[in-house]
Each structure stands twice: as C-alpha cells, then as structure tokens.
C-alpha cells in the first residue's frame, strides 16, 4: 500500500510538471546537427515593421528596424514615427549591447527580456537537442542557458510558424509568424506568458 501511495504521487508529480509545448508530440531521432532560422538572415535588406509595444500600463509605438550587420550579428533600432530613437540594440550571440534605451526602459529586466526576445528572431543557428512532431510540424527543441526555444516547422512547405520558449515545465513566450516569404514574415506576435508585455510587428515593404 505505501509503494502503490508513493508510486501516486511520483506519477502526478511527473504529470503535472510535463511541458504543455510538446506532451502532445512524439519525440523522433533528429537527421541535422542544427536548424538554420531564414528569418533575418539577408544582409542586404532592412527589415523594417510597424510595432506596437504594450508593457504592462504602458504603450510604446514606431518603427522596428532589424539589419544584419555581421555573422550572427544584428542591429535592432526602435524608433517613433517622427524619428527619435526608443532604443537601440546591437546582438552578437548570446551577447548584446545597448547603444541607446529611453529612461522609462532602461531597467535591467526590462532590457534583458527585450534583447532575450529579438535574439530570439535573430539567432540564425540552433544546435538540435531534440526532435519532436505531429501531423503538421517537425519541432526543433535548443537548448539556452535556462530555457528551450521550439522551433515548430510546417512539414508540407518547410517554413517557420512558431517558436515557444520554455523552462523545463513552462511557457514563457509565444512568437507566431503570418505572411511568410523565404526571409521575413508579415505578421510577427510575441506574447509572454505570466508577463504584461506583448509586441506586435507589421511588415513595411522597402
């Protein structure tokens, strides 16, 4: 009775602590080393969106500007319609540095959480732990530092949907695409689970 007792508890324990993200799908044994992001990977094109940024009370709108600059290296300027600068980022890895950030967002959360999200978009090359899938996607899990970024991919055209960005138990950040072309998306949603903060970001065509 108390190893049937103990065996119970293990077993909810476990349950209630599986990741939502991938419960659902089989692991398979994954056929490439990495996974290769296309988005933002043309460095001859700016990629330009109109974006909405809403943290918690406050509402931050303007221009989104995304530029590689190097391998694995990106510039990520936010700027108001009229042209003063929001903040600026330049990304390199898993390394980063604020060339500028207005005083309402200069918190250090604040400004990790933003560089974790654009880093996110913008890292071009994920080594594979794991593969998972479904009758839709093929999921490539990676693992950084603490967290696990899904890269869910559409098994008929081969383009990326999603991205959820995990701890070992939970969702933190939701990023859907819409609109997809070989190198950018339309439509880009990132939504945080748990935190006031979403961003929206709406193609302007060059």
């Known amino acids: 009775m108390r190893f049937l007792i103990i065996s119970l508890v293990v077993m909810g324990t476990v ?82 540095k604020t060339h500028f950030i207005i005083e309402p967002l200069d918190r250090s959360f604040i400004v990790k959480t933003l560089v974790r999200d654009f880093q996110m978009l913008t890292q071009e090359k994920f080594r594979i732990a794991k593969n998972f899938k479904d009758t839709t996607y093929l999921v490539h899990q990676s693992k950084q530092k603490n967290r696990r970024n899904h890269h869910f991919v559409h098994q008929e055209t081969n383009k990326l949907e999603r991205i959820i960005n995990t701890t070992a138990t939970k969702e933190k950040v939701i990023v859907t695409y819409s609109g997809i072309d070989k190198t950018s998306a339309e439509i880009i949603k990132i939504e945080h689970q748990g935190l006031q903060l979403t961003i929206d970001l709406f193609y302007i065509q060059n």
């Open 15 to 96: 349950s209630s602590c599986a990741l939502k993200t991938t419960k659902d799908l089989i692991e398979v044994t994954p056929t490439q080393e990495f996974y290769v992001n296309p988005y933002f990977s043309d460095s001859n094109q700016d990629y330009v969106y109109k974006t909405k940024i809403h943290l918690k009370d406050n509402f931050f709108g303007g221009l989104l500007v995304f530029k590689k600059i190097g391998s694995d290296q990106h510039r990520v300027v936010f700027t108001t319609d009229f042209g003063n600068k929001i903040f600026d980022f330049e990304l390199q890895g898993s390394t980063f």
